[in-house]
């Protein structure tokens, strides 16, 4: 390990540049949309329609025994024979959502169990029901209660991102994968790599203390 | 699917549960270690431990094993696959369990253990006999959820070229065309280990409460 081998780095950041690219596109996309699932799946937890609740809560201990990996594999190599063609970047984008949005249920109906029972019905008193009630009251105090969890599942969204470079999408991981077999310099490449995930956990946690600061005014 | 395919997954489940039974065995401890640096707050050892964890936190598992078995014949160390594998998930498992003994910690009551101090008791028996049995019974709900984990993180070791379930269901498929059968039957695997760990809870969790600590 010496200078050099990061001077290989920087001459090669275009590819790194690619990658860079991917990996927050893919976590960025996949962060917002899988909460937005999640928020549409959590009713359904409590829906009176039996084979509904049966049908997500399937879906969901499903996602949470499998490993992402093989998930992806299901997508990417799966899929096909049934007809279903996606490239490689957007079955990596589809298993992120998919699998994360499980996650985010999960998650956000744990928070809308701990709703206290009095706002419910000072909601109900007030003339809210039904829809009017998930948007207007339920939902910003399950979005602002969860964030803490919210912000662990983006993290995990970060560390499985880097499994779509077995399926050869070029996010960090690979991007620093393919300039370590050209220079044989591993050491400082998935170094830096891992110090360029730190950073991006560290922006997610600075980005979740700040909004967890303004929710726990609110939040009851 | 032949003999042969149905071996190949026995081979993979045994590299699966092998790689997190170790990583845990080794990482509970190690964590424990970690997480008492930070609760005693020692000076510069605490600030080691926490970097630590953050940075190995968010590492995924694939990069840190690449890490660790691509990068370190660079320094003359060449290690065998199995070996990276272990090394690299046991890391992993110690900055996890070193959060989960923490979180336990900071909801143990210090009074206890001055008053344990008062007692005289030594440093030993107040660890063993005072905090142990209470941190240990409040992170076991944690523990179980790491090792979960750590068996959905396992796929990770197949991009060193080991065989684990994930990657086995996947070679029969890229073999039989049918990718869909062997795929759905390295899930029922999966789901057995994570029932079975599940029931791993339930049971120590009984045990704890009949014991009565």
């Given at each position: 390990?010496?200078l050099?081998?990061f001077?290989i780095?920087y001459?090669?950041?275009e590819?790194i540049?690619q990658?860079?690219?991917?990996?927050?596109?893919?976590?960025?996309?996949?962060?917002?949309?899988?909460?937005?699932?999640?928020?549409?799946?959590?009713p359904?937890?409590?829906?009176?329609?039996?084979w509904?609740?049966?049908?997500?809560?399937?879906?969901?201990?499903a996602?949470r025994?499998?490993?992402?990996?093989?998930?992806?594999?299901?997508i990417?190599?799966?899929l096909?024979?049934?007809?279903?063609?996606?490239d490689?970047?957007?079955?990596?984008?589809?298993?992120l959502?998919?699998?994360?949005?499980?996650?985010?249920?999960i998650?956000?109906?744990?928070?809308?169990?701990?709703?206290?029972?009095d706002?419910?019905?000072?909601g109900?008193?007030?003339?809210?029901?039904?829809?009017?009630m998930?948007?207007?009251?339920?939902?910003?105090?399950?979005?602002?209660?969860?964030?803490?969890?919210?912000?662990?599942?983006?993290i995990?969204i970060i560390?499985?991102?880097?499994y779509?470079?077995i399926?050869?999408?070029?996010?960090?991981?690979?991007?620093?994968?393919?300039?370590?077999?050209?220079?044989?310099?591993?050491?400082?490449?998935?170094?830096?790599?891992?110090l360029?995930?730190?950073?991006?956990c560290?922006l997610i946690e600075?980005?979740?203390?700040?909004?967890?600061?303004?929710?726990?005014?609110?939040?009851a | 699917?032949n003999?042969?395919?149905?071996l190949?997954?026995?081979?993979?489940?045994?590299?699966?549960?092998?790689?997190?039974f170790?990583?845990i065995i080794?990482?509970?401890?190690?964590?424990?270690?970690?997480?008492?640096l930070?609760?005693?707050?020692?000076?510069?050892?605490?600030?080691?431990?926490?970097l630590?964890?953050?940075i190995?936190?968010?590492?995924?598992?694939?990069?840190?094993?690449?890490?660790i078995?691509?990068?370190?014949?660079?320094f003359?160390?060449?290690?065998?696959?199995?070996v990276?594998?272990?090394?690299?998930?046991?890391?992993?498992?110690?900055?996890f369990?070193?959060?989960?003994?923490?979180s336990?910690?900071?909801?143990?009551?210090?009074s206890?253990y001055?008053?344990?101090?008062?007692?005289?008791?030594?440093?030993?028996?107040?660890?063993?006999?005072?905090?142990?049995?209470?941190?240990?019974?409040s992170?076991i709900?944690?523990?179980?959820?790491?090792?979960?984990?750590?068996?959905?993180?396992s796929?990770?070791?197949s991009?060193?070229?080991l065989?684990?379930?994930?990657?086995?269901?996947q070679?029969?498929?890229?073999?039989?065309?049918e990718?869909?059968?062997?795929?759905l039957?390295?899930?029922?695997?999966?789901?057995?280990?994570?029932?079975?760990?599940?029931?791993?809870?339930?049971?120590?969790?009984?045990?704890?409460?009949?014991?009565?600590?």
């Amino acid at each position: 390990m010496n200078l050099t081998d990061f001077q290989i780095i920087y001459d090669e950041r275009e590819t790194i540049y690619q990658g860079i690219e991917a990996t927050l596109s893919l976590v960025f996309i996949s962060g917002v949309v899988s909460v937005f699932v999640g928020l549409v799946l959590t009713p359904l937890f409590f829906s009176k329609v039996s084979w509904l609740r049966k049908a997500v809560e399937w879906l969901c201990s499903a996602m949470r025994c499998s490993p992402f990996l093989l998930f992806v594999y299901v997508i990417y190599f799966g899929l096909p024979s049934y007809g279903i063609n996606f490239d490689k970047y957007t079955s990596g984008l589809v298993a992120l959502i998919v699998y994360h949005s499980a996650y985010m249920a999960i998650i956000l109906r744990s928070a809308w169990v701990d709703i206290p029972a009095d706002i419910l019905e000072a909601g109900t008193a007030y003339g809210f029901r039904g829809a009017a009630m998930i948007r207007r009251i339920i939902g910003p105090l399950l979005l602002m209660r969860s964030i803490p969890m919210v912000g662990n599942q983006w993290i995990q969204i970060i560390k499985d991102s880097a499994y779509l470079g077995i399926i050869s999408v070029v996010d960090i991981t690979a991007a620093f994968n393919s300039i370590q077999s050209i220079y044989f310099n591993p050491f400082v490449c998935f170094i830096v790599a891992g110090l360029m995930y730190w950073l991006l956990c560290l922006l997610i946690e600075f980005i979740v203390n700040g909004v967890a600061h303004y929710a726990r005014e609110r939040i009851a | 699917m032949n003999f042969y395919d149905y071996l190949s997954f026995v081979y993979g489940a045994l590299s699966t549960v092998g790689v997190s039974f170790v990583a845990i065995i080794v990482g509970i401890p190690l964590g424990l270690g970690l997480a008492l640096l930070r609760w005693a707050r020692i000076p510069v050892f605490g600030k080691c431990a926490y970097l630590y964890v953050s940075i190995v936190r968010s590492c995924p598992a694939v990069t840190l094993i690449m890490l660790i078995y691509f990068g370190l014949p660079q320094f003359g160390i060449s290690l065998n696959p199995f070996v990276a594998a272990l090394i690299s998930f046991s890391i992993t498992a110690t900055a996890f369990n070193c959060e989960i003994w923490r979180s336990s910690l900071l909801a143990f009551d210090r009074s206890q253990y001055e008053a344990a101090q008062a007692f005289g008791m030594t440093r030993w028996v107040r660890f063993r006999h005072v905090l142990l049995p209470q941190i240990w019974r409040s992170s076991i709900p944690g523990l179980i959820n790491e090792m979960t984990l750590l068996v959905k993180n396992s796929p990770a070791i197949s991009v060193i070229g080991l065989l684990d379930i994930t990657r086995a269901a996947q070679r029969i498929g890229a073999r039989t065309y049918e990718p869909i059968p062997p795929l759905l039957l390295g899930f029922a695997i999966y789901i057995i280990i994570v029932m079975l760990l599940i029931e791993l809870q339930k049971r120590l969790e009984t045990r704890i409460r009949s014991a009565g600590i």
